[in-house]
Structures are given as C-alpha cells and as structure tokens.
C-alpha cells in the first residue's frame, strides 16, 4: 500500500458514483420522456440528454488517465534513486 491508495480508492468511489448517477438520470429522463412528448421535450433532450453518455465517457477516461498518471507518480516517487526523472 502506498500513500496514494486512500486517494485512488476515493477516486474510483467517485466515479462508480458518477455512473451510478448517469444511470439514474437515464432512467429518470425515460420516466419523463414518456409523459412529455412535444417539441419543447425533443429540444430538451437534444440539448441536454443526449450530449450526456458522451460526456460522461470522457470524464471516466479522464479520471482513469488521472489515475494511471497519479500511479506511475507515486512508483517513481518511491524509487530510491530517482532514476525515472534522470
């Protein structure tokens, strides 16, 4: 265990939290989506629905690149000599 897995553990927390959430709010806009159906609904999905999965991939590639990044850190950071910076 180093220093950094309280951290990374809270990081890969939040992002199970944040696909916890997309789901809900899928399945919330579904519910919604089946009693308003008028071209005010289709802008509103257009808008703000449908840019959602992708958004959410990116932030979970972001955090998963955050991740690896912050691991190699702390393996570098733990060499005693330091020979990855050199």
Same mark, same amino acid.
């Given at each position: 265990m180093t @220093? !950094? %897995? +309280?951290a990374?553990? $809270? !990081?890969?927390d939040g992002d199970s939290q944040m696909r916890e959430l997309a789901l809900e709010l899928q399945r *919330? @806009? !579904?519910s919604a989506a089946e009693h @308003?159906? &008028?071209g $005010?609904? $289709?802008? /509103?999905e257009?808008? /703000?629905? %449908?840019p959602l999965p992708a958004a959410f991939s990116q932030a979970a590639s972001a955090i998963a690149e955050f991740g690896d990044a912050a691991r $190699? *850190?702390?393996v570098a950071? &733990? %060499? +005693? %000599?330091r020979s990855a910076f050199h």
């Open positions: @220093w !950094l %897995d +309280p990374l553990s $809270r !990081l890969i *919330a @806009w !579904l @308003w159906r &008028d $005010r609904a $289709r802008e /509103f257009q808008k /703000f629905v %449908d $190699r *850190a702390a950071l &733990d %060499d +005693p %000599d």
